[in-house]
Structure formats: C-alpha cells, structure tokens
T-cell receptor, first 109, second 113 residues
Framework: GNSVTQMEGPVTLSEEAFLTINCTYT??????LFWYVQYPGEGLQLLLK?????DKGSNKGFEATYRKETTSFHLEKGSVQVSDSAVYFC????????FGTGTRLLVSP | DAGVTQSPTHLIKTRGQQVTLRCSPK?????VSWYQQALGQGPQFIFQ???????QRGNFPDRFSGHQFPNYSSELNVNALLLGDSALYLC????????????FGPGTRLTVT
C-alpha cells in the first residue's frame, strides 16, 4: 500500500522566511498527490494538488512539484506569514488518502 | 455552495456504548469517505461509500460500520466503544466520476470515558 514520510516538526520560522516541508512517498502506480492544511480545532483543507509527473500544484503562495523519479512532493513558500501556522499533511492517494503524522509549522512575528 | 457538514460537533460516550456520526457531502459529490484522526496523528482511512455500498475499507474492526443514503449523506456507526476510539472523525467527499480531490468536513470530536 501507499505510505508517506514527512519531516519531523515543529518547523519554527520567522515571518517572511522561506519554507520547505519535505515529503516522500511510496506507492503502487502513480497516485495523485495532495497537500492539506489543518488549523487548530478544524478539519483538513485542501491546499494544492498534482495529478501526474512534473505537475506543479500551487495555491496561496504555496507550491509543490510531483517528482516521480524521487517520489517526492515537497511543499515550498517564499515568504511565510503568521497566519500560515498550522499542521501540514502530504497525502498520496487514489480512492483513499494515506497520511503521515503531519508537520507542524510555527511562524513568529 | 455548502461544503461538507458533520454532526454532532462534539460527543462524549462511555465505554461499551454505541455512537452514530453523520455527514452530508459537498454539493455535487456522491462519494463519501470516513477517517479517524487520533490526537497528534494523521487521519487514518476507515472506509468509503459510493452508490450506497462500501467500496473500500481500511484496517478497522467490524465494530466500525457505515451507511450511505440515496441523497449521498452517510453515517458512521461504532459499537462497543473503547477508550482508544477517542479521536476526531473526519468525513470527506468527492465526485465519483470527476476530480480525485477530497474535501473534508470539520469533524466530530468523540471522547470515550
């Protein structure tokens, strides 16, 4: 089955710093890849997606590229804001999504 | 356009009891999945319903069962509750024939005492 590995958190950054959250996965076939974000006490919000190799998903300044050769889908943002503080989940999947433990991001002013 | 809705928001039950959680999918979606998220963990897939049938199931015991209604809404039932069933239960919906994106509801926080 599919599995995903994300970098351990928390990731602590100052406002306007550059963000990278690493994600690698194992999967049979070529799953779609997703990044979800979870704010405290809430459900998951879809942040971005990519459905095939070399696709770049982007939303709200966040980007991630589907790298089939390295089975990776790293999340990046050029300048983080305090409001980006949340837990981020990388998830490969077809019918069902597989999640890791997530990466907590803390952004200070 | 209403997103995925779940009820109740919070629930407290005693060990051995039974619970039913409810989910209404996003407008235009016909496929519903349920996930369990323990504190500090990522969501774990429980099962998925499409056309009123369970299509896929994760590694959860038979105490976890579900149902999908003709209007695509769904219920998750858990029997003989254990302390370890305390978690956030998330419902996600998607179109069965369209995009693979799944949209999540706010979840139901279940506490078993």
């Amino acid at each position: 089955g599919n599995s995903v590995t994300q970098m351990e958190g928390p990731v602590t950054l100052s406002e306007e710093a550059f963000l990278t959250i690493n994600c690698t996965y194992t999967a049979t076939g070529y799953p779609s890849l997703f990044w979800y974000v979870q704010y405290p006490g809430e459900g998951l919000q879809l942040l971005l997606k990519a459905t095939k190799a070399d696709d770049k998903g982007s939303n709200k300044g966040f980007e991630a590229t589907y790298r089939k050769e390295t089975t990776s889908f790293h999340l990046e943002k050029g300048s983080v804001q305090v409001s980006d503080s949340a837990v981020y989940f990388c998830a490969p999947g077809f019918q069902k999504l597989v999640f890791g433990t997530g990466t907590r991001l803390l952004v200070s002013p | 356009d209403a997103g995925v809705t779940q009820s109740p928001t919070h629930l407290i039950k005693t060990r051995g009891q039974q619970v039913t959680l409810r989910c209404s999918p996003k407008s235009g979606h016909d496929t519903v999945s349920w996930y369990q998220q323990a504190l500090g963990q990522g969501p774990q897939f429980i099962f998925q319903y499409y056309e009123e049938e369970e299509r896929q199931r994760g590694n959860f015991p038979d105490r976890f069962s579900g149902h999908q209604f003709p209007n695509y809404s769904s219920e998750l039932n858990v029997n003989a509750l254990l302390l370890g069933d305390s978690a956030l239960y998330l419902c996600a919906s998607r179109s069965g024939t369209g995009s693979r994106e799944q949209y999540f509801g706010p979840g139901t926080r279940l506490t078993v005492t």
